[in-house]
């Protein structure tokens, strides 16, 4: 279930309106930030992903084999296009997505991260992301502890 949740998920903010400019960095980091929100507020994962510690941040371990096979299915496509002067790897959905897999809290919570984070850049994403404890003290290509992703960045009042 986990997986057709993360598929769902990919393909929701691939068409979703309130999300602008989305490449793979910025869905991976909407992914990690729906995560970790479904975490502290609902006690558990929506996706059930592990996050591996990137330099631009967390990624979903199984993320990049789930973006293939969607695309393979052509219910996803990227392609690239120029934003300024940064070359964009966009990712599109090609239909609408199933949401009934998800609860309503589950839905209420992926349209508010939509709706505060869908609009930023994909870099001030990975810049939010590296204020997250659980990526912060991550080893570089490392799992991201459950833990500390539960214990995010809003309460670290100190800053890391």
């Not at 219910?75 to 309503?104: C, H, I, P, W, Y």
């Amino acid at each position: 279930m986990h997986s057709r949740k993360l598929e769902e998920l990919m393909i929701h903010l691939g068409s979703h309106p309130g999300v602008e400019n989305l490449g793979s960095t910025k869905l991976w980091k909407l992914i990690y930030f729906v995560d970790a929100k479904a975490l502290r507020e609902l006690g558990e994962s929506l996706t059930g992903s592990e996050f591996i510690k990137y330099e631009h941040g967390p990624v979903p371990s199984r993320g990049e084999k789930h973006l293939k096979q969607l695309v393979k299915k052509g219910e996803l496509v990227t392609k690239q296009r120029l934003v300024g002067s940064m070359t964009l790897n966009e990712v599109t959905a090609e239909r609408s997505a199933d949401l009934s897999v998800f609860s309503e809290d589950e839905r209420v919570l992926i349209e508010s991260v939509c709706i505060q984070l869908g609009r930023k850049s994909a870099k001030l994403l990975s810049d939010l992301s590296h204020d997250e404890p659980a990526w912060h003290y991550a080893g570089m290509l490392g799992k991201l502890s459950p833990e500390l992703i539960c214990y995010g960045a809003a309460e670290d009042s100190d800053g890391l």
